[in-house]
């Protein structure tokens, strides 16, 4: 008689990702806000939100992956990280428009579920929401055999958040003479990893294990380095009621992101000798070698977030950002122009 055919004789095993659901619970429990009703495992989560601080809210969503950082995590065998990494990809573009972030949910996407793995990045996730002060609400592990190369995964999030209409952060009040702040990265964050992967392990043939000394890290350390999570500073600075714009450099870096948070007939002037260039984009920058344009529309070059106030604002900025451990640097000005929106870099 013929032995029938199961789920995991074709590469799905349920067991293996019920043990995975077990592994997190405590996990994302540790992550729940008082609006959080109930508990993981049902067909959708539930948040009940609190209207009555608001006069007129306003929900804003983002949504985001980690990219090919995840390579690097794959190289090292170091996948907590990057879960940091996936929250603070969709949180920081909330909190640009002084949005709280209330929730956030996961969608997690292997060949072969490897309990002990997915368990690992979820706890980097459920520590990137204990960051930004949201709840890991939910969530969804698909495996997909034949699909992914082995050892391999994809990670995509979606967060959601709150602000009221009247807090709502949009730029629409940003005029010449108004000046140009940073809050430093902590490195790479989680873009131009396409570009940073081909110089460190293609061009120059570094193991990830490798300790480069300009960097003070191995190779694989140094690029795993987790995005920053803006979201309790932001938020902070917001309260103030100084704030004029913000911009998330992600990809695209400053050309492609400052623009998208000023009106029309206005450039952006950055001083690049004021931008707090981390070594790790010198370090491509020269080993690439890549020119200068090319980083500053590839990479955040230290700048991981972009302040836009007037400048007799920028002490109560600077002591609301040194509250929260952070430091405002300014790096430039506005200009008024003929031409479209852009940024000059000087």
Do not use: W
Request: with cysteine; glycine share 10%.
């Amino acid at each position: 008689m013929t032995k029938p055919t199961t789920y995991r004789d074709a590469g799905v095993d349920i067991d293996e990702g019920n043990r995975m659901v077990e592994l997190i619970k405590p996990i994302v429990k540790s992550t729940f806000r008082p609006e959080v009703l109930g508990g993981i495992g049902g067909f959708g989560a539930l948040f009940k939100l609190d209207l009555s601080k608001y006069k007129k809210p306003l929900l804003v969503s983002s949504t985001d992956g980690v990219g090919t950082k995840l390579k690097i995590a794959f190289m090292t065998g170091k996948h907590r990280t990057v879960g940091i990494d996936l929250v603070a990809m969709s949180v920081n573009d909330l909190v640009v428009q002084g949005a709280e972030p209330l929730f956030f949910l996961d969608y997690f996407a292997t060949g072969k579920l490897a309990a002990e793995t997915a368990a690992d990045v979820v706890a980097g996730i459920a520590e990137g929401c204990k960051q930004a002060g949201c709840a890991l609400i939910g969530g969804e592990t698909a495996e997909l055999p034949g699909f992914y190369q082995p050892g391999e995964y994809d990670l995509a999030g979606f967060a959601v958040g709150i602000v009221d209409e009247a807090e709502l952060i949009d730029g629409r009040n940003v005029r010449p003479g108004d000046a140009v702040f940073t809050l430093p990265s902590s490195g790479l964050h989680s873009n131009g990893y396409s570009l940073a992967r081909k110089i460190v392990f293609e061009q120059l043939k570094l193991a990830p294990d490798a300790h480069v000394a300009e960097l003070g890290a191995t190779a694989g350390d140094a690029l795993l380095t987790p995005t920053k999570i803006y979201v309790k500073t932001v938020l902070a600075m917001a309260k103030t009621g100084k704030v004029k714009a913000l911009a998330h450099i992600t990809g695209g870096g400053f050309y492609e992101n400052i623009p998208r948070v000023v009106p029309q007939n206005t450039r952006i002037v950055v001083e690049k000798a004021k931008v707090p260039i981390s070594p790790i984009f010198r370090f491509l920058m020269e080993k690439g070698p890549v020119a200068e344009r090319e980083m500053f529309r590839t990479f955040n070059m230290g700048a991981g977030m972009i302040v836009i106030a007037a400048p007799e604002d920028a002490d109560a900025l600077a002591a609301a950002a040194r509250a929260h451990g952070e430091t405002l640097i300014p790096i430039g000005r506005v200009e008024a122009t003929n031409e479209p929106s852009h940024v000059v870099i000087v």
